[in-house]
């Protein structure tokens, strides 16, 4: 098996990256693709552990994560779809009324 | 070097590189979400090297057969193909970003070496459908029972927020 370091850091790396993505992007719908990647990078992490332990719960667990983020995809495209017929607009500096 | 490690490596490589392919690609908004389909397949190859095989399968149907889809979808129902937005202007939330990415890479790299635990050996059938099914519908019942719920939570909202006018 690979170090379980290199797992980790693998999960690590692609978390960051979503999160960059979603803090210096201004599209909506890239906003919602990085959170995507950052819930899989914690996937890997779950999965990494499961393997490291030798037991199921982290794969359980990722099959929960992956119904939270189908159904987090569902309701936050529906809003940018609500979204761009009342403003025209997915750029989140049109849609900055309830930021501070 | 086994063929274990050279397709994580490879995988690994793959998906880190999609994944920047779609952050920072300001041109095109499908191309970026063709890029989340390939970190997707990275991700379900480094899968199936640590053994999660049932995983791996539900990854490839669901975020790269579904979730992407709906990506693609809303991108080209609203004609958002080209992305003429340009990345946020303020150099504040430019360095917050970096600085952020900085402190969890940081922080992450120090406490990594004391944390892991040791691999354990493996039982037999680690990972398939039968393995994780019977802890599904055993153990973690309750979760699965309730997640249906949430499914159809997000299906009704999902259909109510994208209706054009709510008689």
Same mark, same amino acid.
């Given at each position: 098996?690979?170090?379980? $370091?290199?797992?980790?850091?693998?999960?690590?790396?692609?978390?960051?990256?979503?999160?960059?993505?979603?803090?210096? +992007?201004?599209?909506?719908?890239?906003?919602?693709?990085?959170? $995507?990647?950052?819930?899989?990078?914690?996937?890997?992490?779950?999965?990494?552990?499961? +393997?490291?332990?030798?037991?199921?719960?982290?794969?359980?667990?990722?099959?929960?994560?992956?119904?939270?983020?189908?159904? $987090?995809?569902?309701?936050?495209?529906?809003?940018?779809?609500?979204?761009? +017929?009342? +403003?025209?607009?997915?750029?989140? $500096?049109?849609?900055?009324?309830?930021?501070? | 070097? #086994?063929?274990?490690?050279?397709?994580?490596?490879?995988?690994?490589?793959?998906?880190?590189?999609?994944?920047?392919?779609?952050? *920072?690609?300001?041109?095109?908004?499908?191309?970026?979400?063709?890029?989340?389909?390939? #970190?997707?397949?990275?991700?379900?190859?480094?899968?199936?090297?640590?053994?999660?095989? =049932?995983?791996?399968?539900?990854?490839?149907?669901?975020?790269?057969?579904?979730?992407?889809?709906?990506? =693609? &979808?809303?991108?080209? =129902?609203?004609?958002?193909?080209?992305?003429?937005?340009?990345?946020?202007?303020?150099?504040?939330?430019?360095?917050?970003?970096?600085? *952020?990415?900085?402190? =969890? #890479?940081?922080? &992450?790299?120090? *406490?990594?070496? #004391?944390?892991?635990?040791?691999?354990?050996?493996?039982?037999?059938?680690?990972?398939?459908?039968?393995?994780?099914? *019977? @802890?599904? &519908?055993?153990?973690?019942?309750?979760?699965?029972?309730?997640?249906?719920?949430?499914?159809?939570?997000?299906?009704?909202? @999902?259909?109510?927020? @994208?209706?054009?006018?709510?008689?």
């Amino acid at each position: 098996m690979v170090p379980l $370091e290199h797992v980790i850091g693998l999960s690590g790396l692609l978390f960051v990256i979503g999160t960059i993505g979603a803090l210096t +992007r201004r599209n909506l719908i890239v906003i919602l693709m990085s959170i $995507e990647l950052m819930l899989n990078a914690a996937n890997l992490a779950f999965v990494g552990f499961a +393997r490291a332990w030798g037991q199921h719960d982290g794969h359980i667990f990722v099959l929960m994560v992956i119904v939270v983020a189908a159904c $987090e995809v569902a309701v936050g495209l529906g809003i940018v779809v609500a979204l761009f +017929r009342n +403003r025209e607009s997915v750029n989140v $500096e049109d849609v900055s009324l309830l930021k501070w | 070097m #086994t063929a274990q490690a050279f397709f994580f490596y490879f995988a690994a490589a793959l998906a880190v590189v999609s994944a920047l392919g779609m952050v *920072l690609n300001f041109r095109n908004t499908v191309a970026a979400a063709m890029s989340l389909v390939v #970190t997707m397949i990275g991700l379900a190859i480094v899968y199936v090297v640590l053994e999660a095989h =049932l995983v791996a399968a539900l990854q490839i149907m669901v975020y790269a057969g579904a979730i992407v889809v709906v990506f =693609l &979808f809303v991108v080209m =129902l609203l004609n958002l193909r080209s992305d003429t937005f340009h990345p946020a202007r303020q150099r504040l939330l430019k360095a917050a970003g970096a600085l *952020l990415a900085l402190g =969890l #890479t940081a922080a &992450f790299l120090s *406490l990594m070496p #004391t944390a892991l635990p040791t691999v354990q050996e493996l039982p037999e059938g680690f990972g398939g459908y039968r393995a994780v099914g *019977l @802890a599904l &519908f055993t153990r973690f019942l309750l979760a699965f029972e309730v997640s249906s719920l949430l499914l159809l939570a997000a299906m009704v909202g @999902a259909v109510v927020l @994208a209706k054009r006018r709510i008689d």
